[in-house]
């Protein structure tokens, strides 16, 4: 009988480990389905913002997100120790990300 349960105890685990790695790209509060676009593609208000912020530097990605009818753009600028993440909506906003959290990736 320790066979048996030896192979549960193996699915188990192979489960459980395919369940945690699922969701480990996406942070809690972090909107999914995003898509990378161009410079080329983003609303005017939203390049302008880019533009202003860049002072520079690479445009490294832009991100495109729509949560609850409400389109965003992830942006990152330059790189190394000069990368920056802003956030911005459709009107070329910064949005505010609730803190003053240093970038960690």
Same mark, same amino acid.
């Given at each position: 009988m320790s066979i048996p349960n030896g192979r549960y105890v !193996? @699915?188990?685990?192979?489960?459980?480990? #395919?369940?945690?790695?699922t969701g480990c790209k996406q942070r809690p509060g972090e909107k999914a389905g995003g898509q990378t !676009?161009?410079?080329?593609? #983003?609303?005017?208000? #939203?390049?302008?913002? !880019?533009? *202003?912020? @860049? *002072?520079?530097?690479? #445009?490294s990605e !832009?991100?495109?997100?729509?949560?609850?009818?409400?389109?965003?753009?992830d942006v990152t600028l330059g790189s190394g120790d000069q990368k920056q993440t802003l956030i911005l909506d459709e009107a070329g906003k910064v949005v505010p990300t609730g803190g003053d959290e240093e970038d960690d990736d």
């Amino acid at each position: 009988m320790s066979i048996p349960n030896g192979r549960y105890v !193996i @699915a188990s685990l192979l489960l459980a480990c #395919v369940l945690a790695t699922t969701g480990c790209k996406q942070r809690p509060g972090e909107k999914a389905g995003g898509q990378t !676009i161009e410079l080329s593609q #983003v609303p005017a208000p #939203v390049k302008a913002t !880019i533009d *202003q912020q @860049a *002072q520079g530097r690479p #445009v490294s990605e !832009i991100e495109k997100h729509t949560a609850r009818g409400a389109t965003q753009y992830d942006v990152t600028l330059g790189s190394g120790d000069q990368k920056q993440t802003l956030i911005l909506d459709e009107a070329g906003k910064v949005v505010p990300t609730g803190g003053d959290e240093e970038d960690d990736d």
